[in-house]
């Protein structure tokens, strides 16, 4: 880039001074959370409550990690919980993005009606499907096992399926006319045409999917009975229940079950959002 | 994409098929609200109970209303779960939970049972559909050390509401810019009052449908808004009653005295600072009647396959099993001495003062309490519950709320003849409510 | 049957598949529900539209949905003007974006056991960090969540924490919006406002709608801030301070959990169906004409 005037550029400093400003300020706001879990973390338990707060424990209280590993079986929660994830995020991808395909590109009569009906199944508050939903699983013996909590996927989401199509309908579709023309089948155009162009799409679906999955309370809680079973978000809803009377909340050892358990979504995210910058116009671009 | 699914199907077929194996003839499912701590505590016990009776208990801590309602809809209702007063009555009277009246006269347990545990049990139709696995009482917690640098002598086992009144106002403390309180007297969570109603001898009747402001339970609002309006109590919108705050507050010293539930293992384990813990003060010169007993107990459902081992579970689970012990609804367990042995931090700081008074003079249980374990819970407070919000907030008199009580029970009564016109009520259910409706005022 | 119609049912038929499956039974039985007098676990005895006559008269009805009403009035927009700037600010090739873009997002990942302990801390009127800063500026706080007035902005001001899911939604869209375009339109002299607005905005414009009617859809469904903030299960309350949160999923919560009534609750949940039903189906007509797709199919 050669520096054509110097107006321009100043510009561009103030500007990009500017966006800094912004976010150093919002960013410190929106971390807030994760900062005040990570000094709670490591206070005492009396100091997690103290007044005035203290946003630098003195001394750190290290071993409310140690004790919340040790508390719960984590290995063990954590392969559950990885074993619903990784399905639920791979099927959940596919068939939106298959079932999305077909409401974008597609002319087939009852098309609206049936996408309006999508996205209308979105629009009931699940609290009163949700007996009748529960009924349906445990005529089908699935009660106590993953298959309620996967299967679904295998359907697509609506919330899913409806992004997919935004995306894929601002998507030119002049490559993928000159891949019909040359006799390529759908299939072959939705994998290796459209869903490379929909990349920004595809990585929020699967951050997504990965996050309402791994952090989902009340589908396990509902589901899932026995102990071995558990995933990590149930754990740490074990380690907050109140027996009456002899009840003590280590509110300090669970910040910390609750910062271990959120890891993986921030190492995802991160990896996940260089994905955003490489659409189509990166392949356009360079 | 069909080897795909082919893969997942499969999958998650193999994980389904590993679940089923354990034979079902003797297995109870216990429905359980237990943490870690307890989890591992149930475990070995529940190896030793299978050793013994043959009886496998399956845990399940997995728990939540909405849960348990799904299970029992599906068919699938554990066998063993836990019930507050309110729900336990609709399930029963759905015919949904298990009578424990015709086993329980002849079981050692029931004799074993304090009076006010047996009392409490018995439900409107008679039956009695759950038994209480805990029992507390309340008290004021307060901080010594602020007592004794403001020259007051400590609360006593005779203090009287007057002396607390007195104490609250000597050590709120206003200052700083803008005549802020640095430190208000005391805190009293609004669920208290209830407590305080009894002291004050207010008729309180089991199982009533109505709400009621008798002149000994206005008395009680009356000085509950006096402590606020002196500015010796936080507004309690001010403060979010919330079980951590309790400790939070009295921690935090911006407050001196505090009204719990006795015992309360979190404030115990938790204070740092001088604390102790004093009975209810009396009203004048009455018998004191201090609260005692739980919300709630465990349940059996009437779907269960195997009543007998049900049973002797639910026995087992209150009479024996950790971490329920020691397990103050039993009367032969020195329950002082283990708890305190338990929590060595309760020793010296009046928790057994305040239980041995609750022994001596016990007031009633929540199922006094219309506000929150009556059948009619849910419509008198959708409806009662603004006025008080009101009340808090200076939009309506005490007065106006007294007047209100007649027009939040005629909606009350609505909504109870339309439950009437159920046809799913058991008819033992259905001919006491009709009583009650009867009997009550229209 | 043309090729082309039936390669769109094939492509479409998982979601049809598992619509009849799973979705279709569970939907038309509360739709039942909602004509008959059915308690939470008993048989359902049918009356008809009673249920709905009740409702027309019932005043925590239109309680509930003027609170709902209010919230999404207040949160649905808030939350897009938020979520917007957010994206255009971490789409900004600054240093560190990856960063921020991950800073931003944290709020949205966290545990809500922690984020609403946090949030009952920073709003408590004593002891929380909101009021204590407000009084450092020497101003008295209101009581929040406690307050009739201030409790649901509180809740729309917890809601716009999670801005960060709806901005990673714009953040992707911004990525299709050709570079060639906006600095051909620099060239030409248009300033970076007005590159926005002829630009930017309409080439974004289908996510738009994704956020819009998403949030839509979220916010008249609001449920369980309400719930863990003012206490659903708390005794003594009674959705907020002189009722002030009760939104409609709340109060049917609390019919069909609380009082045993899924009759009652499922001719609720019908009602806030056909409104945000309506809402959308006017967001759609109203886009029609204004959301830009590079290749509609008619």
Redesign the interface.
């Known amino acids: 880039m050669k520096a054509r005037e110097l107006s321009p550029l100043a510009g561009t400093l103030v500007?990009?001074g500017l966006?800094?400003a912004?976010?150093v300020t919002?960013?410190a706001?929106?971390?807030?959370?994760?900062a005040?879990?990570l000094s709670s973390s490591l206070s005492s338990?009396?100091a997690v409550?103290?007044?005035?707060?203290r946003w630098l424990p003195s001394p750190l209280h290290w071993e409310n990690y140690t004790r919340a590993v040790t508390?719960?079986p984590v290995p063990r929660f954590l392969l559950n919980t990885v074993?619903i994830t990784a399905?639920v995020m791979?099927?959940t991808l596919?068939?939106s993005a298959?079932?999305a395909?077909?409401?974008?590109?597609?002319?087939?009569?009852g098309?609206d009606a049936?996408f309006a009906?999508?996205?209308?199944?979105?629009?009931?508050?699940g609290?009163?499907?949700?007996?009748?939903?529960?009924?349906?699983f445990?005529?089908l013996?699935?009660?106590?096992?993953?298959?309620p909590l996967?299967?679904?996927a295998?359907?697509?989401s609506?919330?899913y399926?409806?992004?997919l199509r935004?995306?894929?309908?601002?998507?030119?579709?002049d490559s993928e006319e000159a891949a019909l023309l040359d006799g390529a089948s759908?299939?072959r155009i939705w994998w290796s045409i459209l869903l490379p162009q929909a990349r920004?799409?595809v990585?929020?679906v699967l951050?997504?999917t990965f996050?309402g999955t791994w952090?989902d309370?009340f589908g396990?809680?509902?589901y899932?009975?026995?102990?071995e079973?558990?995933t990590l978000?149930?754990g740490?809803?074990?380690?907050?229940?109140?027996?009456?009377?002899?009840?003590?909340?280590e509110?300090n050892v669970?910040?910390a079950a609750?910062l271990l358990?959120?890891v993986p979504?921030?190492v995802l995210?991160?990896v996940a959002?260089?994905h955003?910058?490489?659409?189509?116009?990166m392949g356009?671009?360079k | 994409?069909r080897p795909?699914?082919g893969i997942?199907?499969s999958?998650?077929?193999l994980?389904?098929g590993c679940?089923?194996s354990s034979g079902p003839d003797r297995t109870i499912?216990y429905n359980c609200?237990?943490?870690?701590?307890?989890?591992a505590a149930l475990r070995p016990a529940q190896e030793q109970f299978f050793a013994r009776t043959g009886i496998r208990v399956?845990?399940?801590?997995?728990s939540?209303e909405?849960?348990l309602?799904?299970?029992i809809?599906?068919?699938?209702a554990p066998d063993v779960f836990y019930t507050n007063s309110a729900v336990r009555d609709r399930l029963a009277a759905e015919g949904r939970l298990l009578d424990l009246r015709p086993w329980l006269e002849t079981d050692p347990l029931w004799r074993r049972l304090r009076p006010e545990v047996r009392a409490a049990a018995a439900s409107a139709d008679g039956g009695v559909y759950s038994l209480s696995?805990?029992s507390?009482t309340c008290g004021v917690y307060y901080n010594r050390a602020l007592f004794a640098a403001a020259g007051i002598p400590a609360p006593t086992a005779d203090w009287t509401w007057a002396d607390l009144r007195a104490a609250a106002k000597a050590l709120t403390k206003v200052g700083g810019p803008g005549g802020r309180t640095e430190r208000y007297g005391i805190f009293i969570p609004a669920h208290f009052i209830e407590a305080l109603e009894q002291m004050n001898h207010a008729p309180l009747e089991k199982d009533a449908l109505f709400l009621t402001i008798p002149p000994e339970a206005r008395e009680v609002y009356a000085e509950y808004l006096g402590l606020i309006r002196a500015g010796a109590m936080p507004d309690v919108r001010r403060v979010q009653a919330l079980?951590?705050?309790a400790?939070?507050m009295l921690?935090?010293?911006?407050v001196a005295m505090l009204v719990e539930?006795v015992?309360?293992?979190?404030l115990a384990?938790?204070?740092?600072i001088d604390w102790a813990v004093a009975p209810l003060p009396r009203f004048g010169g009455k018998e004191p009647r201090y609260f005692r007993s739980?919300s709630g107990g465990l349940s059996i459902s009437a779907a269960t396959k195997n009543p007998a081992d049900a049973r002797r579970t639910l026995t087992w689970l209150i009479g024996e099993a950790a971490?329920y012990q020691p397990n103050?609804v039993l009367a032969d367990v020195p329950f002082v001495a283990a708890w305190e042995e338990k929590y060595p931090r309760l020793r010296g700081r009046g928790f057994r003062e305040v239980w041995e008074l609750s022994e001596r003079h016990p007031g009633g249980d929540p199922r006094y309490f219309v506000r929150f374990a009556s059948w009619a819970m849910g419509p008198v407070m959708s409806r009662f519950q603004p006025w008080l919000d009101r009340l808090w907030s200076g939009d309506a008199t005490l007065d106006q709320v007294v007047a209100a009580v007649p027009g939040v029970n005629a909606g009350v009564r609505q909504d109870l003849e339309r439950q009437l016109r159920s046809q799913s009520l058991r008819p033992a259910w259905k001919a006491a409510l009709e009583h009650e409706l009867s009997a009550a005022p229209k | 049957m043309?090729a082309?119609?039936?390669?769109?049912?094939?492509?479409?038929s998982?979601?049809?598949?598992?619509?009849l499956?799973?979705?279709a039974?569970?939907?038309l039985?509360?739709l039942y529900?909602s004509f008959t007098a059915a308690s939470?676990l008993s048989p359902p005895e049918w009356v008809g539209l009673e249920n709905y006559r009740r409702l027309a008269s019932d005043p925590l009805f239109y309680r509930s949905l003027g609170n709902t009403a209010v919230y999404a009035l207040m949160g649905v927009p808030a939350g897009l003007l938020l979520s917007l700037g957010?994206a255009l600010?971490?789409n900004?090739p600054?240093r560190g974006q990856?960063f921020?873009?991950?800073?931003?997002?944290?709020?949205?990942?966290?545990?809500?056991?922690?984020?609403s302990?946090?949030w009952l801390w920073l709003l408590n009127p004593e002891?929380g960090?909101l009021n204590?800063g407000l009084r450092g500026c020497g101003l008295a706080g209101p009581l929040w969540l406690q307050s009739e007035a201030w409790a649901k902005p509180a809740l729309v001001l917890m809601s716009l924490?999670t801005a960060?899911?709806q901005a990673?939604?714009f953040?992707?869209?911004l990525?299709?919006?050709?570079?060639?375009l906006t600095e051909a339109a620099a060239i030409d002299g248009a300033g970076?406002v007005r590159r926005f607005f002829t630009i930017t905005l309409p080439?974004i414009s289908?996510?738009l709608?994704?956020n819009l009617?998403?949030g839509l859809?979220g916010a008249l469904?609001v449920?369980t801030s309400a719930f863990v903030m003012t206490g659903g299960v708390q005794p003594g309350s009674e959705g907020g301070p002189n009722q002030a949160t009760l939104f409609?999923?709340l109060y049917?919560?609390k019919k069909?959990?609380q009082e045993f009534e899924?009759g009652y609750?499922?001719a609720l949940?019908?009602v806030?169906?056909a409104l945000?039903?309506a809402c959308?189906a006017l967001a759609f007509r109203l886009a029609r004409e204004r959301v830009?797709?590079?290749?509609?199919?008619?």
Not at chain 1, 49 to 53: D, H, S, V
Not at chain 1, 117 to 125: D, N, Q, S, V
Not at chain 1, 166 to 173: A, D, E, G, K, V
Not at chain 3, 4 to 12: C, D, K, T
């Open positions: 500007r990009s966006t800094y912004g976010l919002l960013g706001l929106f971390a807030l959370p994760v005040w879990m338990l009396p409550f103290a007044q005035p707060y508390l719960l074993v399905p791979v099927a596919f068939s298959l079932v395909y077909g409401f974008a590109r597609f002319r087939f009569p098309r049936l009906l999508c996205l209308a199944t979105m629009m009931l508050p609290q009163v499907t949700m007996i009748p939903l529960y009924m349906v445990a005529k013996g699935w009660v106590d096992t993953y298959l996967i299967v679904p295998l359907f697509g609506p919330f399926i409806f992004l935004q995306f894929f309908l601002s998507i030119p579709r759908r299939l920004p799409a990585a929020t951050v997504f996050i952090n309370f396990p809680l509902l899932l009975n026995s102990p079973q558990a978000t149930l740490l809803n074990l380690m907050k229940t109140q027996v009456l009377g002899s009840g003590v909340v509110w669970l910040m609750s358990v959120l979504n921030v995210f991160f959002q260089k955003f910058l490489k659409g189509l116009t356009a671009g | 994409m795909l699914t997942l199907l999958l998650a077929l994980l389904a679940r089923r499912v609200a237990a943490s870690t701590a307890d989890m399956k845990l399940n801590p997995f939540g909405e849960k309602y799904a299970m809809a599906a068919g699938q696995n805990w507390q079980g951590m705050q400790a939070q921690e935090s010293g911006r539930a015992p309360h293992a979190g384990e938790t204070l740092t739980a971490p103050p | 043309k082309e119609h039936r390669q769109g049912w094939l492509f479409v998982p979601w049809v598949i598992g619509f499956l799973l979705t039974g569970p939907m039985y509360s529900l939470l957010l600010l971490l900004a600054v990856g921020f873009r991950t800073l931003f997002f944290l709020p949205s990942v966290t545990n809500t056991v922690a984020l302990l946090l002891f960090l204590a924490w960060g899911g990673v939604i953040l992707a869209a990525q299709g919006v050709p570079r060639e970076p080439m289908p996510a709608l994704f009617i998403m859809v469904q449920f409609i999923v049917l919560y069909a959990f899924m609750a499922s949940a019908w806030l169906f945000i039903t959308t830009h797709y590079e290749s509609a199919t008619p």
